[in-house]
């Protein structure tokens, strides 16, 4: 999976490309890690180029989203993709997670 | 921070989802989000004692044992239900499969109220719900009888069913299981969580100790999970197989099928190299996957997700597994790997057995893979879903127009 990101008005956008699976985990937790600070913990999620995703996948959302909350921040999806999608709903994580349809409005959302 | 009650069984008590409770409240306990953890677990026969309650430290919840019902009773609901108005709790989650309250059905059926009960009495309540009733073998589980018998269990087990729903949450770990209890009950709060792996180990290792090759089985033995068939397996393996090999049933009998091992034990007594364990006390655990070179799981019937796969993966083991439908896709979608038999064929089994024991470089790739299926979401990570979830319930607790949509979808 093919992890690009970049800070955008304070907000760290990060682009996810591939399979987000039990083996590509360790790349985006390691963005997150590198990434999300106290100072840094407003993150937009691109999952345009995600079609398949996992439970280990969403168990590495889930830990980006406590960590931006344990620090005061937001951390959001955009351009869901429905093979994503049905498996946020079937976990109801859909309830836990805020969507934007892209980047744009969430940008604007997180900025606001 | 939350205060949570949790209904479950739990070690030293030996009912079914008891180390399943034991390590679902460990990593509980270990969440910044929760401040007291309430075990609301099964009465223990004399003799025999919980541990001590444990104060908050070390970032670890206070832990209370709070023993408030009994397997077999009628009053388990109405008891459970007492103590959670006693302690308060901000939520209440069960840990519960069919015949977790009782092994006759009346005493079973009731138990299953205490979710709605404890909501009743204002309480939010979560149901993690191991199995459903659309795809239990009553005969399997130990509820089996005349047809008619059968008919009118599942017309009461739909009635149940709804009732558990009545809880604000209700998990499941099989997709299949969402869609059923969504469709078939219009329900709109039923969650797919994962089973989890027990424990986040280091990578075991592959190697294996001196002697004969093990081949191993854990679990409550009786009603879905049955030796005789892996037994018959063993036989065809001592004419087959040139390298000393020893079969390993450990665990004892499903409280639902007492003397069953011991009545394999009579019928098989003929078969050399047989060792029973009976139960397995929670250190010793390691010790018996380490020294296996093949772990089996001798199911005959789907129940869900498995515990045995969970921990055979965690440490590295290659499995043998039925090939039955939902149970089969289950494993694939998780990313174990393993060798399948056909469930009612001990020529298969020992076909599947043998392929492993023959091939230490395929047994150790399959045991790799199992290891990384197994560490990709630890039931740490699973917690962190149960508790977003919780907290969602809390806060829309505050806002009554949810409530009341929820509560429509019922009528």
Redesign the interface.
Known sequence: MQVESEAMQNVQVVRLKGRF???E?PAFTDWVERHVKPSHAQVVVNLEGVEFI???G??AL??G??RCREYNGNFVLCYIQQPVLIILE????D??FTFYEDETSALEALSA | MMRIAFVTTYPPGKGTLNEYGFHFANHLRQKDEVSELYLLVDELPRGTTYPADEPAEDGRAALFYRPCWRFGSWRNAWRIQQAVANIKPDIVLFNLQFATFSERRVAAALGLLAPWLSRQNGTLSAVLLHNIMEKVDLHQAGFGGSALLESVTRLAGNFFTRMLLRADMVAVTI?RY?EILSEKYKAD??????HGAFETIPQPSFNLPPGPLQIMTFGKFGTYKRVELLIQAYERLLQRVSHPLELVIAGSDSPNARGYLARVQAQYAHVEGIRYTGYVPEEDVPTLFQAAAVVVLPYTSTTGSSGVLHQAGSYGKAVVLPHLGDFTDLVL???YTGQFYMPDDPLSLADAIEKLLLDPGFREDCGRRNY??AV??PMS??V??YL??FE?LLNRSLAPDEVYQQAMVFK
Request: net charge negative; glycine share 4%; charged share 25%.
């Open positions: 699976d039990a083996f985990v996992d439970s280990s969403l168990a889930v830990k989203l406590k079937l976990t109801r994580l309830k836990a | 997709p969402v709060h039923v969650v797919l969580a994962p979608e998780e990313g990384l299926a990709g979401l990570d699973v962190d879903w977003l979830h969602r």
